[in-house]
Nanobody, 114 residues
């Protein structure tokens, strides 16, 4: 059973940056998906890194968000720059392929003020 723990969220002004972290214990798949869910909206995939190293980003975050990994620490990161109020959401990490998504962690709240 893979367990995901997200951290690093917070309150930031528009234009600011945050770096989210994800621990994926028991994850034998060499990739990660970053998802977010805003109030009243469905959860969406914003960044997906696959085992071959390719990362795809949603149009809404492309050029602003970067997914990376610290292999030594087995941590995944989502660097978020030029944040906008519409990026406000709870962010989660999980399997990058939605059909294989497992149990969700608690997520981490990101709030961007205008």
């Amino acid at each position: 059973q893979v367990r995901f723990v997200e951290s690093g969220g917070g309150l930031v002004q528009a234009g600011g940056s945050l770096r989210l972290s994800c621990i994926a214990s028991g994850n034998t798949f060499n990739g990660i998906g970053w998802y977010r869910q805003a109030p009243g909206k469905q959860r969406e995939l914003v960044a997906a890194t696959y085992s071959g190293g390719t990362t795809n980003y949603s149009d809404s975050v492309k050029g602003r968000f970067t997914s990376s990994r610290d292999n030594a620490k087995n941590l995944w990161y989502l660097q978020m720059n030029s944040l906008k109020p519409e990026d406000t959401a709870v962010y989660y990490c999980n399997n990058p392929m939605m059909k294989f998504v497992g149990s969700w962690g608690q997520g981490t709240q990101v709030t961007v003020s205008s």
